[in-house]
């Protein structure tokens, strides 16, 4: 944005009062942000006004989600980066068009109907499918999931409607090598709802993501583990079962209590399951699904139980809070 390297610091600061004027609504839509770029252009005669077809594609290069709004953070943000890579061409004899696109850091609040309206709950990277899901709650508790697209810095891909309120926890279960069912975003609700949504699309117009399939247990599932090792959903409840699901089959494989205590995390390495639950004496517990029995336990040698858990190939931590 050359313009904005020619107007002085009344004309910014009267183009950032435009802004904020309509920052309650989530900033300007394109007919504003022309009317109001252009005004104080033209307020300014030594000032060289861009096109409206310029002034047009900057915002459609801010507005990567498609909302119709523009704040003055994200035009900042642009503007800021179009002048680094304009000095980057300048300094190595590049020409602007040969020059790679900057990343362009994502506000997270453009997934939110209002600016500030609510706060990001989580942030999850899904590498076979290539997207994030972000999880906000609005601020009158509302909670949406929402699938973005990595490799495009982040655009709307997909939307759960949770109907049946906020999930307690998530995870995705991939396709399975066999190809007999398709990618899923699996949700636990209070009450022993489990439900299961594609992220396959209907068409590039139908943003919300279907919901395939639902089961109702008897006790709410507090933890959700896709173990890839066997391609199966390991679920933990509050009351300590374990339970192993075919969702091909969609049958119950596998149904163990291993506790009393609420079960928090389920990790796995290969056919071993590690289960973390509140209890103070085996916080942390070792299921072989091989053989069905418990291995070893682990003592949090607290009076909180294990509320985290994290198992890699060569380190085991868990960690109450």
């Not at 495009?152 to 190809?179: H, M």
């Not at 075919?246 to 290969?270: A, C, E, F, G």
């Not at 858990?309 to 380190?315: A, G, H, M």
Request: aromatic residues 8%.
């Amino acid at each position: 944005m050359e313009v904005l390297k020619e107007l002085p610091k009344s004309g910014l600061d009267a183009l950032r009062n435009k802004f904020l004027l309509r920052e309650h609504v989530g900033g300007l839509t394109e007919e504003e942000f022309e009317e109001a770029l252009l005004g104080v252009c033209n307020s300014h005669k030594q000032v060289t006004a861009p096109t409206n077809a310029a002034v047009r594609r900057v915002f459609t290069s801010i507005d990567i989600l498609g909302l119709g709004r523009i704040s003055w953070d994200a035009f900042s943000m642009y503007a800021i980066d179009s002048l680094r890579q304009r000095g980057r061409c300048l300094l190595t004899g590049r020409e602007a068009e040969t020059e790679e696109a900057p990343f362009h850091p994502y506000h997270v609040e453009q997934l939110m109907s209002k600016v500030h309206a609510g706060y990001v709950q989580e942030m999850r990277v899904l590498p076979t499918l290539g997207k994030v899901m972000v999880v906000t709650t609005a601020s009158g508790g509302r909670c949406s999931m929402n699938l973005c697209d990595l490799a495009q810095n982040l655009p709307l891909s997909g939307i759960i409607r949770l109907e049946s309120g906020r999930p307690l926890v998530w995870d995705f279960i991939p396709q399975t090598a066999g190809g007999g069912s398709c990618n899923n975003v699996v949700c636990s609700y209070n009450g022993g709802v489990v439900q299961l949504f594609s992220t396959a699309r209907k068409s590039c117009i139908h943003r919300h993501l279907d919901k395939s399939w639902q089961m109702r247990l008897s006790d709410t599932q507090s933890a959700l583990h896709w173990v890839p090792s066997i391609n199966r959903l390991a679920m933990g409840s509050r009351g300590g079962l374990v339970t192993l699901w075919d969702m091909q089959d969609r049958s119950q494989v596998l149904r163990k209590r291993l506790t009393r205590q609420y079960i928090t995390s389920i990790q796995s390495q290969k056919q071993l399951l590690y289960v973390a639950s509140l209890d103070t004496r085996k916080a942390v517990r070792c299921l072989d699904l091989q053989q069905n029995t418990v291995m070893y336990t682990f003592n949090d040698h607290s009076i909180g139980g294990a509320t985290q858990l994290l198992v890699d190939v060569r380190v085991f931590v868990f960690y109450r809070v």
